[in-house]
């Protein structure tokens, strides 16, 4: 069982940045693939970005590609998101999600075993 606490969000103008982060509880997180998801007010849950377990690798989706990084931190249970850059299209809830099989699909939200409940990122223009 592994729980997913957000913190992080806010208000932010465009072009600033944010980190959120992801604390989890649990003695197996560092077993577990992470992603970051987010879901804007009428559109589906898309995903972000994810690591592997051990951090080594990192995978984008394309519209936050060399202004969003991914990074964990085994020893503290915590995995974050560094947004810089934002534009008002990044404004969505954002989640974390943990994943049990590394070598599943990760885009989809469907092969995330656990969530945490959100963490709100609004970017004005």
């Known amino acids: 069982q592994v729980q997913l606490v957000e913190s992080g969000g806010g208000l932010v103008q465009a072009g600033g940045s944010l980190r959120l982060s992801c604390a989890a509880s649990?003695?197996?997180?560092?077993?577990?693939?992470m992603g970051w998801f987010r879901q804007a007010p009428g559109k589906e849950r898309e995903f972000v970005a994810t690591?592997?377990?051990?951090?080594?690798?990192?995978f984008y989706t394309d519209s936050v590609k060399g202004r969003f990084t991914i990074s964990r931190d085994n020893a503290k249970n915590t995995v974050y998101l560094q947004m810089n850059s934002l534009k008002p299209e990044d404004t969505a809830v954002y989640y974390c999600a943990a994943r049990r099989n590394y070598y599943s699909d990760y885009v989809n939200p469907l092969n995330y075993n656990y969530w945490g409940q959100g963490t709100q990122v609004t970017v004005s223009s």
């Open positions: 690591t592997t377990w051990s951090g080594g690798s990192t």
């Open positions: 649990g003695r197996t997180f560092s077993s577990y693939a």
